[in-house]
Nanobody
Framework: QVQLVESGGGLVQAGGSLRLSCAASGRTFSNYVLGWFRQAPGKEREFVASISWRGTYTYYRDSVKGRFTISRDNAKKTVYLQMNSLKAEDTAVYYC?????????????WGQGTQVTVSS
């Protein structure tokens, strides 16, 4: 089992920045690929970014490339999502997820989510 707890969400003006954190407990953190997803009201949850076991590979959805950066600290068992140049359309509940596979179709573990609201 892996437990994931997100933090760092909040209200920010358009153009501003936030850094989300996701702390993990349980099994060996470095055995898992970590991802960030988001779900806006009335929309399906969507992939935002993911990072491989040691951080060698990162993946992003097109709309956040150049603005968001995913990183991880295996010693602290934490994954981060630095979000810059935020837009109103980035407003959503953000979830972190973990899975042993690099590009899983479904993710094994999920956090409870943290709200990000971008005011325009």
């Amino acid at each position: 089992q892996v437990q994931l707890v997100e933090s760092g969400g909040g209200l920010v003006q358009a153009g501003g920045s936030l850094r989300l954190s996701c702390a993990a407990s349980g099994r060996t953190f470095s055995n898992y690929v970590l991802g960030w997803f988001r779900q806006a009201p009335g929309k399906e949850r969507e992939f935002v970014a993911s990072i491989s076991w040691r951080g060698t590979y990162t993946y992003y959805r097109d709309s956040v490339k150049g603005r968001f950066t995913i990183s991880r600290d295996n010693a602290k068992k934490t994954v981060y999502l630095q979000m810059n140049s935020l837009k109103a359309e980035d407003t959503a509940v953000y979830y972190c997820a973990a899975d042993p596979q690099l590009r899983p179709t479904t993710w094994d573990y999920w956090g409870q989510g943290t709200q990000v609201t971008v005011s325009s």
